[in-house]
């Protein structure tokens, strides 16, 4: 176990003797907002599906909730484009040189739409890649157009730049260099977000160039997978972050943080308790909360948990001093995150896990049928298949849904597929569990025999916190940040009874005789 004077200390060494304080002034914490990837990934067909497609239409409405919702006013302040927003044909202007947005899904151009974003008090996300092209296949800011991209962004208003890979590795070293160089030299504070350590060195965050990332100007780095709306996905993010937890802390703090990515809140994928898992470590972890859900669509209890001061307080507590899981190891069915704060206060997350495993697809073929009963559907919208093309067996097109269901259950490999009911054009896929994406134009069938199924003994749990574990001692006031209330005083120990499977307490602690409140400010 790590105490949390070591890592306070571990982490004042690596500044100063590597040198890798903020290479500029900006996200002195952790960058909140909203992006659209989670849920509206690249569906451009505006003519078919307009409320959710790639558009300025999009992007006006989630400003708007997000303005509306009061998500600003307790910091949730971008509005994150993600891909597919550029203008492929040709791929930049054959006068300037210079990126373009599609002109028919953002007709009034993408410093008109920032002005908006602005006028509405939020910031305003962009996306491009080091790389050809981006992920999607558009437009993009390799090789060397890192300069004329950023004085491009500059000229829009642009505040926050994430910068994806998706092409040769080998471009990335210096790639990145000059984008955080260009971006320094456009004249305007833009938040530098690079995904460039995702794909490299195989998640081994042990060997990791930190301080090459912190020195290129990043103020926020992508480290592993893409989170996708499920719990599979998610606890994945939160063991990689607990394992690799004393290689990451010395290279989190003000001006350049560990991005675990998008918050599933909302998003209608995960369970309650998860979501609060969820907002618990990353807010540890020191993590941006930025938002992958429909904004026009976010239940009462996930706002609550959005919009929790306390929890809110810890992710953005000044000291910047990232968290650690305690517990030894992942597989451990109950654990114990903790982070120190500014004033003294320690954020602890009791996490129960619980070691039951998932009951993975059996794919029993005498199941799958034409009949409803023998499928989920999934409408407004459909998952996509796990590993993005390769999880996809095949497309068809002009079909009845009878036939992609019978073709679908001659398939051994075929777990679902994604149906257009206009066209009977769609994709069949070898797996259905990641990512809702949002869209009118399909509907998803999923094989119920595919569907993998959660364990029978799902318990509750009692996690014990003993206080000297986080070096507090004496009288220690223990806080509850979902219940946003004080419990009371306790000598020793603290023990959080029935936590739900998957679910988290989350509690402040300090010292009673500390002047300040256990409370947020």
Not at 8 to 32: C, D, E, Q
Not at 129 to 146: I, K, L, R, V
Not at 161 to 185: I, N, S, T
Not at 360 to 377: H, I, R, Y
Request: hydrophobic share 30%; charged share 20%; aromatic share 10%.
């Amino acid at each position: 176990m790590m105490s949390a004077i070591f890592c306070t200390i571990l982490y004042m060494l690596v500044i100063l003797f590597t040198g890798v304080a903020s290479r500029n002034s900006l996200a002195k914490t952790p960058p909140m907002g909203w992006m659209s990837w989670e849920l509206f990934r690249c569906d451009v067909d505006c003519s078919t599906d307009p409320d959710n497609c790639i558009s300025e239409t999009l992007y006006k409405a989630q400003t708007d909730a997000l303005h509306k919702n009061k998500y600003i006013e307790l910091g949730y302040t971008g509005i994150h484009m993600d891909d597919c927003w550029e203008e492929k044909n040709p791929p930049r202007d054959p006068n300037t040189g210079r990126l373009r947005p599609n002109s028919t899904r953002f007709p009034s151009g993408l410093k008109a739409l920032g002005d908006y974003i602005h006028a509405k008090g939020a910031t305003f996300g962009l996306y491009t890649a080091e790389s050809p092209t981006t992920c999607g296949g558009y437009p993009a800011s390799a090789p060397n157009h890192e300069k004329i991209d950023a004085e491009t962004f500059a000229s829009w208003g642009v505040d926050y730049l994430k910068v994806d890979g998706c092409g040769p590795k080998d471009y990335y070293k210096g790639g990145y260099k000059a984008m955080g160089e260009a971006l320094e030299e456009s004249g305007r504070d833009i938040v530098y977000s690079c995904s460039w350590p995702a794909y490299i060195n195989n998640g081994n965050e042990t060997i990791q160039p930190f301080n090459e990332f912190i020195m290129d100007g990043c103020n926020l780095w992508r480290n592993w997978h893409d989170i996708q709306c499920n719990w599979q996905s998610l606890s994945s993010i939160i063991d990689h972050w607990g394992d690799y937890g004393s290689s990451l802390v010395p290279y989190a703090g003000p001006g350049h943080w560990h991005d675990m990515d998008m918050l599933l809140i909302g998003g209608h994928c995960i369970s309650e308790d998860e979501e609060r898992t969820q907002m618990a470590i990353w807010a540890i972890s020191a993590a941006p909360l930025i938002m992958g859900n429909d904004l026009r669509n976010v239940s009462v209890n996930s706002k609550n948990i959005l919009l929790n001061k306390d929890a809110i307080a810890v992710n953005q507590d000044a000291l910047g001093q990232m968290g650690l899981r305690l517990t030894k190891t992942a597989d451990a069915p109950t654990q114990i995150w903790a982070r120190n704060l500014e004033n003294g206060d320690v954020a602890v997350a009791l996490y129960n896990k619980d070691s039951a495993k998932t009951i993975e697809p059996p794919f029993d073929n005498s199941t799958c049928g034409t009949q409803q009963l023998q499928w989920v559907e999934t409408t407004d919208g459909y998952y996509e298949a796990c590993g993005g093309a390769k999880g996809n067996i095949g497309s068809f097109e002009g079909k009845s849904l009878k036939e992609v269901q019978s073709e679908c259950c001659d398939n051994v490999e075929c777990a679902g597929f994604s149906f257009n009911p206009k066209s009977g054009d769609g994709f069949y896929k070898n797996n259905a569990n990641c990512g809702v994406t949002k869209s009118n134009m399909y509907i998803g069938y999923t094989r119920k025999s595919a569907i993998p199924i959660p364990p029978s003994n799902r318990t509750t749990a009692d996690i014990t916190i003993t206080f000297s574990d986080v070096h507090l001692y004496g009288k220690i006031q223990v806080y509850d940040i979902w219940q946003q209330q004080l419990i009371g005083t306790f000598y020793n120990s603290y023990t959080s009874k029935n936590i739900p499977y998957h679910g988290t307490s989350f509690l402040r602690l300090s010292s009673s005789s500390a002047s300040s409140s256990s409370s947020s400010k």
